[in-house]
């Protein structure tokens, strides 16, 4: 279930240093959080172990975006992109994520690892008119919105002549 806190308008910075590590099985339940994400979420283990990562979604993050990551990360992919979260308190804090597939000995997906650290703030000024975009086009259609704004996003990615992988390691690289 998304996280249903109203936000307030302090953010929080991470630091050059900061990982943000978790692990999630198959659905997006998190079995393993590091200290990082349990300080600057200020969530404890026992909120965040066994409940869903989207505990953490900011509701200014587009549902596009969420169905993007699933379809990258379920083709075995990796996933780069830019995620504003929101912490226990209302605070909020942007990341630049990386999410692969955990593999277990065999080959086989058990879940999937995702690696956070700070988001450049020329990417985030770059990100934020998109992703306000994207919410719009979410809020004139319900039952298509998610789509119709992740189509707009390619359509962005496309512009830039990127993939869509390239683009945000270009922004990430050049903040």
Known sequence: MMNQKTAIAHEYT???EDFIISKTDNTGLITYANRAFMQISQYPASKLLGHPQNIVRHSDMPKGVFKLL?????QRQEF???IKNI?????????FANITTDDDIAGNAQGY???????P???????????????SIEKQNSATGA??????LESWVTSQGLSYRNLMLKLYKNG
């Open 147 to 152: 789509d119709d704004s992740l189509e707009y």
């Open 14 to 16: 991470l630091n050059e």
């Open 80 to 82: 780069f992109g830019f």
């Open 87 to 95: 912490c226990a308190n209302g605070d909020f804090y942007w990341v």
């Open 113 to 119: 690892h995702s690696i956070r650290r700070k988001a």
């Open 70 to 74: 699933w379809r990258t990360i379920q």
């Open 121 to 135: 703030d020329s990417a985030i000024e770059t990100i934020i008119p998109i992703y306000q975009e994207m919410l």
